[in-house]
């Protein structure tokens, strides 16, 4: 998938704090960089530094970005490293434009539904909504499959990211998303990365 010079691709990502979202956000912005696009990103950051609302958006395009923030229901992909926090991206996103969803079911409880005192919904809500705004929506445990594999839930923004490339969800070459991660992330945790992206690469729909 290649852009032509009039087309600005735009990624919305949301989670909370603790899950890596704004790695994800800037693995995608320095990637899109390294094959010559230009690039523009925002970052939203909620009440708390975990558990919080995050929210990150990316744009890249081979012609002029007048701004960093995705227009109402013209979103290309819509990433939720937490479900409801992904579903929060519905408003950038529409079945007009074609808009992607790609959404970690794993329930990680945002500190705003503490604070408002309200309930979880139900996943077949959240999936049922979401699909109201995509012809497409894919969803899975990410968060699950890193833990068995890893013990914790730390990498699975680098799974969904791999899941994304390799599904073509993402028009960004995997050799360039991939350095792009691995110059991103610390030392130590290089070779976990890559094992894990190549894992979430597996995982087809």
């Known amino acids: 998938m290649k852009l032509s010079g009039k087309e600005v691709y735009g990624v919305f990502m949301g989670g909370v704090g603790g899950m890596g979202l704004l790695t994800l956000g800037r693995v995608i912005a320095d990637a899109a960089l390294m094959e010559g696009y230009n690039v523009k990103t925002s970052e939203f950051h909620g009440l708390a530094q975990r558990y919080g609302t995050l929210q990150c958006q ?32 519905a408003i950038y996103a529409s079945k007009q434009a074609g808009t992607k969803y790609l959404l970690n079911t794993n329930r990680v409880y945002p500190a ?34 890193v833990q068995e594999q890893t013990g914790d839930t730390l990498l699975t923004n680098t799974y969904m990211l791999g899941t994304a490339v390799a599904n073509r969800l993402i028009p960004l070459k995997r050799k360039n998303v991939l350095k792009s991660l691995l110059n991103i992330v610390p030392p130590d945790f290089k070779e976990q990365n890559r094992k894990i992206f190549s894992l979430g690469e597996k995982h087809r729909f």
């Open 58 to 89: 990316v744009r890249f395009s081979k012609g002029q970005i007048h701004s960093s923030i995705i227009p109402t229901g013209q979103a290309d992909l819509v990433i939720g490293l937490e479900p409801l926090e992904g579903l929060r991206g």
């Open 112 to 145: 705003v539904l503490s604070v408002e005192k309200k309930e979880y919904p139900p996943m077949a809500s959240i999936l049922n909504k979401a699909r109201m705004f995509t012809k497409e929506l894919y969803h899975l445990n990410a968060s699950n499959i």
